[in-house]
């Protein structure tokens, strides 16, 4: 069996950052459902799945020990269940009409 697929964490930008163009993008990584996946935790994560099919799929996080053995027990399962695609729209409903 293969490792699993490393990911390489997107730093979040600083709430007082002055946003230009192209700096708030979150490009996906398709999930690795043969090895899995993983990425180093720095306790400061943010973790975002994008459903791109009608079916539901379960993701499971798991915890490994730090430097101390300590784990954390309170992760568990999750079923993602399909949702719409997210529309952000500004001040205006997403037909271009102000709301």
Do not use: W
């Not at 973790?47 to 996080?61: G, K, M, R, V």
Request: aromatic fraction near 6%; glycine fraction near 8%.
């Amino acid at each position: 069996m293969a490792g699993q697929t490393a990911l390489t964490p997107v730093q979040l930008k600083q709430n007082n950052y002055a946003v230009v163009a192209g700096d708030l993008t979150i490009t996906p990584v398709a999930m690795d459902a043969s090895n899995g996946n993983s990425f180093v935790a720095t306790g400061k994560e943010v973790l975002l799945f994008q459903n791109t099919d009608s079916a539901t799929h379960t993701i499971t996080i798991t915890s490994v020990a730090d430097p101390y053995g300590r784990t954390d027990s309170s992760l568990t399962t999750y079923l993602l269940a399909v949702t719409p695609a997210l529309r952000i729209c500004h001040g205006r409903n997403c037909d271009g009409v102000r709301g």
